[in-house]
């Protein structure tokens, strides 16, 4: 259709009303949502390969640096780890660690949002004399915990998983 040739005046605009919303729709609504979701989805698989991005998904903004937090943890999202997270006020005397599987079922806070965190299944932690810190056994029944991003003093993340619990060996990804 021909809308600037059939439109002479404001008032012909009510004989066209359809075909604006239509335009209106799909040119101003439509189209950059449906873009934005794609870019979304091309640069956050471009973010979870190893190495820097390519020349098209850096154009776009993929790998720019947000803190060392984010890039280990996305990069752990599909394989998982094995975590111990130190609560803040921990003390030989007073134990506050919290030991656990982050893997495809558990979330992490990622900047510029605080960097809380869920763990999907629980794991006892031993702390020994020298400060040596080992997961013991998953709970069960499973459950997983969240903690405030407040509460967290520091995490050890155990990448390969190769450490078991005495229940055998878990999968983290699982």
Partial sequence: MDFVGEVESA??????????TAYVGVVLVGVPVVLGMLLNRFLARAELEDGPPGVLAAGFGAGEARDAFDYAFQRRRQSGAWLIVELVGHTPECPRLVGGIYGKRSAIGQTPSPHDVYLQSLCTVHEDENGLRTLRERLDPERGVYLAAAQIARIDVLLDGSETVPDGPATIGS
């Fill in 11 to 20: 008032n012909d605009l009510a004989d066209h009303w359809l075909g604006i």
